[in-house]
């Protein structure tokens, strides 16, 4: 998935953030809750999703959770602080683009 950890493109993150929106769509728990915080309805989460902003939403989420953070990692086998790197590239901080 990510090729250079060390510095994550905007692409990058955006990968990061969708897979991990696909992981959280599979916790209805969890979604409940990433739901009610944003303030959109299940039926609007594909519209949302296009939205500027939302999967730093989806980032932010997992950074604000620690559980779900570190088992989404582990089931990916990746770093949790990635997510940090994602939120930064994704909020224009790389001033990549790929």
Do not use: K, W
Not at 23 to 37: C, K, N, S, T, V
């Amino acid at each position: 998935m990510i090729q250079r950890p060390d510095r994550l493109t905007a692409a990058d993150a955006e990968t990061l953030a969708t897979e991990a929106l696909a992981y959280l769509a599979q916790d209805p728990e969890h979604l409940g809750r990433f739901l009610a915080l944003s303030g959109i309805g299940p039926s609007e989460i594909r519209t949302a999703a296009a939205e500027p902003g939302f999967l730093t939403g989806v980032l932010e989420f997992y950074l604000d959770h620690e559980p779900l953070l570190v088992a989404f990692c582990a089931n990916r086998g990746m770093r949790p602080t990635l997510f940090a790197a994602a939120r930064y590239a994704l909020a224009g901080g790389d001033g990549a683009d790929g």
